[in-house]
Every structure is written in structure tokens, then in C-alpha cells.
């Protein structure tokens, strides 16, 4: 497991953003508040981002505009993410989709893809209603048709991590372990 103490410097501050991809409910903004804290970095959520630059949800986006105007947002928002300095970006489960999104983020950060299985990604997102995806639908019927969509794409990421029904801080640690590994 991971031990601050013995964690290199150059790992602590990586020198381009670490993008959190996967599906709804796989823990990308629990789990990136918390990275983004122990390697003394900025964090984004770009769901929020979106909204803010909006001055609306993501479900009322999802409404008055449809999915591909909230996309074309999404892909500005994250693009002037990555620009910043070097962070943690929380990004939502269709971003990285996004052709344009997808190559900007493989090319200019570090990938991890959250992935999690399908009962505890349904358990995860039954706990909040902001879902524009999952309204008036059951939860598990959609994020298994998301998920025979997605994972073949969000397995170009540069690093997979399994999300598991357990304590975020361990998914934290994953991380830190497959960074150490991937630079070393």
C-alpha cells in the first residue's frame, strides 16, 4: 500500500493533470478530491465547471439543450481545464467519448479509468437524482448498456483502477501505486 514517506518527490506534483474517467456513480469526484489532496494538487470536477459556466445543472442542460450541445460544452470545459496548471479533473462518464476529448486528454495528461462493476456503480447512483441519463429508468438496465458502450473505450486510458465497494482512500492508494509503477 501506499506510504507517503516513501513516494519519490517527482510523484507527489506530476508535471501534467491526472483526468479521471468511467462511468457514473465510479467514484471520479470522491475519489479526486482525495488524490487531488494527497499529491497537494488542485482538483476539477468538470460537471461543476459546466454547470457554473452555464449558471445551470447538467439536468436542466440536458433538457432545454439536449446531449450534444452539454458534449460541446463539456469538451470546451475540459480543454481550458487542461490548460491550467497541473490538477485532478473529475470528469463526467460521457466526456471521454468525445473524440476530440479523448485524444486531448491521452495526449496532454494521465488517463485513469475507474472502473467498477455494475451492482456497485447502481448502488452508488441510486443514493443521489441528478442522473439526466437515469431518469424514469432502472439504473442497472442503463449502466450495463453504458458500460458494453464505454469500457471498450475507456480502456484507452493509461491506467485502469478497480473501484470497489470500499473505503475511497483505498482507490486512492491504487492510484498512487499504478503512478509509482507507471514512472518508474
Known sequence: MYSPGLMPNALIRPDRSIVLVGLMGAGKSTVGRRLAKRLGLG???????????????????????????????????????????????????????NEGTRRLILERCIAIWLDADIETLAERVSRREHRPLLKNKDPRTVLRQLAEVRNPIYSEAHLRIRSEETPHERTVDAILEALATRAA
Open 43 to 97: 482538483f476539477a470536477d468538470s460537471d461543476e465547471e459546466i454547470e457554473r459556466a452555464a449558471d445551470q445543472s447538467i439536468s436542466e442542460i440536458f433538457e432545454h439543450f439536449g446531449e450534444a450541445n452539454f458534449r460541446d460544452g463539456e469538451r470546451r470545459v475540459i480543454a481550458r481545464l487542461i490548460e491550467g496548471p497541473p490538477k485532478v479533473i473529475a470528469t463526467g462518464g460521457g466526456a471521454f467519448m
